[in-house]
């Protein structure tokens, strides 16, 4: 044998071996496919046993796929959805394991006592209502200002000024010489005058008591209380009408509390409340709301309630800041704990807690705050189990299986999705791989108005009639929508072949 042939005999030995491998191989495969081919268009099932309707992405719920491998989109592995998480029973399954590994929490939504009272802060201010204006009832020149200054505190009928007032001075020696003709009607005529010039009765009397005139003019404070305006000086002149000092009384005080917007419904005008000060600790003062004043406050989105105090030593001054209590008593809510409401800005959701395992979100129309619980006014049922701790989990489930919110009142009828002429379509081309009671599952072309690449996903039917004469292998063109549950296939037609 030559060495040739002797190098060739083992290469045709491995050539030998390859093809018989290969005959084997093509001989399984095709067993295989013999055996599942009679199943495809039957639901995968799981290493559990439990069966899978299709494979998603978590961060994009809405793409449903046929098989299970890598997320075209994330570097992550597709998630199963298992039938028996969809059909038959309200709500979805969450898998125990991961609740617990989540340390989820539940609370049973109970009926208890919801406090109508409210705390809130004020600040002490004048009694507007307690205001004085100091004007002279003649013209003049200032004799005497008595070192009046603003701020001042100043009692009732205390001086504020001395007033010359010449223009008196003739009129009263006409009521002199009047009371001494001893005509009463001429006497009356003159005393009059000088009334009218604007001289103090008392003045008048003491013109006539000392039969003297009597020019000088003492402009007194007619109540007690704190100057807040002084407009006289030594040597000025004055006229009649003229403003010459403003007197705020202190004898009571305004209260302004801020009140959130919030619990404003809870006060009402007449509503008795008591105050304390940092300024005087341990004592307590009463009074009652006066006002609610008609405005809010744009930045801090409160109300201002106004409350009158009895101010005796003139102990409480403008500025000083109060606390208020506003008194009431307690009544029945349903409440939950306050981390069990989801704020989505437009409304406000709960996550239910179901029997196996199950859960469900919930719209619910919230009340008040009060010591880490909230008040449910609608949407929700005393001793319903609502999640604590986790639900923004169950809430992301949801939305990846497109349940629907149970609305408040119960459950409604649900609409027929008829498309409106709003609604935007997208059409590719594809082949059906599988269709079940759930979709059509379709290896399709990119859409480039979506950025898709092209892959195989299901699709949700608008209607069932639409796969109606169509199987598994049919190369279709077809159009579809973006749906909260997903998209959908708005018309399905069969191409022919090229």
């Not at 109300?303 to 008593?329: H, K, Y």
């Not at 705050?369 to 189990?385: D, N």
């Amino acid at each position: 044998m030559t060495r040739l042939s002797f190098l060739a005999a083992p290469r045709a030995r491995l050539w030998a071996a390859g093809a018989a491998l290969a005959l084997v191989a093509g001989a399984a495969g095709f067993g295989l496919a013999g055996l599942t081919g009679s199943s495809v268009d039957k639901p995968a099932a799981a290493d559990d046993g439990r069966e899978v309707l299709y494979w998603y992405d978590p961060m994009m719920p809405g793409q449903h796929f046929d098989k299970p491998g890598k997320s075209p989109f994330m570097d992550m592995q597709l998630v199963p959805k298992y039938a028996d998480e969809a059909a038959g029973e309200a709500g979805m399954r969450i898998d125990p394991g991961l609740t617990q590994s989540l340390g989820m929490r539940t609370a049973t939504a109970q009926r208890g006592t919801l406090s109508s009272a409210i705390s809130a802060t004020g600040v002490i201010a004048f009694n507007e209502r307690d205001i004085a204006i100091v004007q002279p009832r003649a013209g003049g020149f200032v004799q005497r200002a008595y070192a009046r200054a603003p701020d001042d505190l100043i009692r009732a009928g205390a001086p504020i000024v001395d007033l010359l007032v010449p223009d008196w001075g003739g009129a009263q020696q006409e009521y002199l010489a009047a009371l001494g003709t001893g005509d009463a009607a001429l006497a009356q005529a003159a005393r009059q005058r000088l009334l009218l010039l604007g001289m103090p009765a008392s003045t008048v009397a003491a013109v006539e008591r000392g039969r003297r005139t009597s020019t000088i003019y003492t402009v007194t404070a007619p109540i007690g209380g704190t100057i807040t305006a002084l407009d006289v000086r030594p040597g000025m002149t004055v006229s009649p009408g003229q403003n010459l000092a403003q007197i705020n009384g202190l004898s009571s005080v305004w209260l302004d509390a801020a009140v959130p917007e919030a619990v404003a419904g809870s006060v009402s005008p007449g509503q008795p409340v008591t105050v304390t000060h940092a300024a005087f600790p341990g004592e307590t003062r009463h009074g009652r709301i006066r006002t609610i004043l008609p405005r809010a406050a744009d930045e801090s989105r409160t109300l201002t309630v106004r409350i009158e105090l009895p101010n005796p030593g003139l102990e409480l001054r403008p500025g000083m800041f109060a606390q208020v209590n506003f008194a009431g008593g307690g009544r029945q809510a349903l409440l939950v704990p306050s981390e069990a409401v989801i704020e989505t800005g437009k409304r406000s959701i709960v996550m239910l807690a179901l029997d196996k395992g199950r859960y469900r979100p919930a719209e619910v129309r919230t009340g008040r705050t009060e010591g880490g619980r909230t008040e449910i006014l609608a949407g929700l049922a005393e001793g319903e189990t609502v999640v604590t701790s986790g639900q923004f989990l169950i809430d992301s489930e949801a939305s990846l299986a497109g349940m629907d919110v149970r609305p408040i009142g119960g459950e409604a009828a649900p609409a027929p999705t008829e498309p409106s002429a709003e609604t935007k379509t997208y059409e590719t081309r594809g082949v059906i791989r599988k269709i079940t009671a759930a979709g059509i599952t379709l290896e399709h072309e990119p859409v480039p108005a979506l950025e898709w690449p092209g892959m195989t996903m299901m699709f949700r039917l608008e209607r069932p009639s639409l796969a109606r004469g169509f199987k598994t292998g049919d190369r279709v063109r077809f159009t579809f929508s973006q749906e909260q549950a997903g998209p959908t296939i708005r018309t399905l037609r069969r191409e022919t072949a090229q």
